[in-house]
């Protein structure tokens, strides 16, 4: 059985349908990358996915194994983090927070993972210093180790390059390419349909000329077809 | 001398209550300011002790011999609400804050003034806005109260330091971890509520916001991590709480008690 299953799915606020019936599935080892235009309902659908939100109708489904609060999230960075004195090594272990429901403090065990997570992201040698003073890449990358302390299978990402140079840009997403050949299954919201062409294993599209399918298929659909000479015009 | 000094003033109790008063709500204020100024609500030390004037306008005017028991539960209450906007973006958080604090201290100037108890109105409020003498008039029970809620404070905040640290810094990324919160930002906001409450034995309702936000701003300044911000908050807080609660008796500034 499929990590995620959506069926039917209709997401959105007090009632208002941002994006309807939505059918995808995620299976373990994925890469799959959520495109679209701002409003089509891309970030609805990734808090549907992590239940910080209810679907209008329609269910997501957890399979193989994956408990509902399984789910690694990479959020965007707010602004209240700016300026919030914390070191690395604080935040990376808030990761494992939901493992310990009333236990008040961390287990030895997960400092160690923690550790380990920082290695992977090779930024070990950052773990005491204080995060507002690293550079935006740094910050994603121990945001990225906390979100594999929260959950080692399935990571959801949004926008994780937002705000990036290309240079930086192009080091996270061969980061995360890497978590992914791993064997850890990788759900992406972007708006950058070059690097989903690049790096998915599949691609939902949201939106008007909606689509779901492997990134081959994608890339001989219409739809693909249409939004990738769109966006070379662009560029052009 | 000094040293000699303060060992005779602390046969008297009413010297002792309010060192140790004093010291308990710094310590309680400061402990939570840090996270309360990283959230973005300075002013709700401001807003909720002004919610507390209100009811215990209202609760002398129901001559209720223990306003505690209603001013605390009420503050709470709002301090919940308060906290609530923030996520809500409907009415921000400072628009909250200022829509309660000043209707709630609106409300308790009217009912003082209209059912007016005591013949010196203006000395009563005078004294609930600063708390000049409250502090040297505590009764043995409003001390037993204030380390009993201290005690309480400090070891929840120790309980969930670290779901504390997780919900400020990121709640969006907390809640999809499956930590509840909802249930800390209300535990965040009831013990608010109740430091402020016993703050307002100290400083009164103004001067709170002093004590939450700058041991807090002031250890920002110099640490970067939480855990080191939060521990040097505390102190700076108790250190300056003890010098100023010890330093009018050593100085000579009050009369020799009789």
Redesign the interface.
Known sequence: MALITVRDLSVGYDGHAVAEGLNFSVNQGDYLCIVGENGSGKTTLMRTLLRLQEPLSGRVLTGDGLRKNEIGYLPQQTVLQKDFPASVREIVMSGFQGRCTLRPFYSKEERRLALGNLRKMGIEGLADRCYRELSGGQQQRVLLARALCAAGRVLLLDEPVSGLDPKVSAEMYGLISGLNRDGITVIMVSHDIQAAVTHASHILQLGKDSFYGTRDEYLESPTGKHFLEHKEEGEA | MMFEKLVFYLQYPFVRYALVVGVLTALCSSLLGVTLV???FSFIGDGLSHVAFGVIAVASVLKLTDDMLLVLPVTAVCAVLILRTGQKAKISGDAAIAMISVGAMAFGYLIMNVFSTSPNLSGDVCSTLFGSTSILTLRRKDVRLCIALSVLIVVAF??????I??V???E????????KADMYNNLIAVITAAVIVLAMNLVGSLLISALIVFPALSA?RL?????S?TICSAVLSVICAFRASSSPYLQGLLSEPR
């Open positions: 990283l959230k973005r120790i309980m969930f330091y670290n779901k640290f997780a400020s810094f990121d969006e990324f907390s809640r999809s971890a499956g930590t920002m640490f970067k991590s939480f855990r911000v």
